[in-house]
């Protein structure tokens, strides 16, 4: 996956607000209030920045913690690295493409992975099977 480099400045422009915090200054939107939650359809998941896909709807179970959770991700799309914000240390993982934070990754997710990638519902966006994933941003 080859980076993109784009400026906070121009993402603030280009995304609202809470979306913006969420994937360029890290902040973690409140439990329980993604729509995406209740989504079951097919279709894909992708970064709301840079529109990359990063999940495939098949990966999304239920874990019960309020954040939209996915046992894997699609090839290269996320890179991972150590996060020692709350003491104790997480694996944060955030888009390949344009670098915006999605969420923490975990080792109590279900089979095959045994992972749970607990991701912010206002970093994604979901396209539905049958619609067109929209165009990679630059």
């Known amino acids: 996956m080859t980076p993109i480099d784009k400026p906070k400045a121009e993402w603030k422009q280009l995304l609202e607000p809470e979306r913006y915090e969420v994937l360029f200054k890290e902040a973690t939107e409140r ?12 279709g894909t998941f992708i970064c709301a920045a840079c529109y990359l896909p990063l999940f495939d709807a098949r990966f999304k179970f239920e874990s019960g913690t309020g954040w939209p959770s996915f046992y894997d991700t699609l ?22 493409r ?19 990638y607990c991701n912010n519902g206002l970093a994604l966006q ?13």
């Open 31 to 42: 439990a329980g209030t993604s729509p995406l939650n209740k989504e079951k359809r097919d």
């Open 126 to 138: 979901f396209v539905p099977d049958g619609e067109t994933l929209p165009d990679l941003r630059s």
């Open 98 to 116: 344009c670098g915006g934070h999605q969420g923490h990754v975990f080792e109590d997710g279900p089979k095959p992975t045994g992972l749970r």
């Open 75 to 96: 090839p290269d799309a996320v890179d991972t690295k150590r996060d020692f914000r709350l003491v104790w240390p997480r694996t944060e993982y955030h888009c390949a």
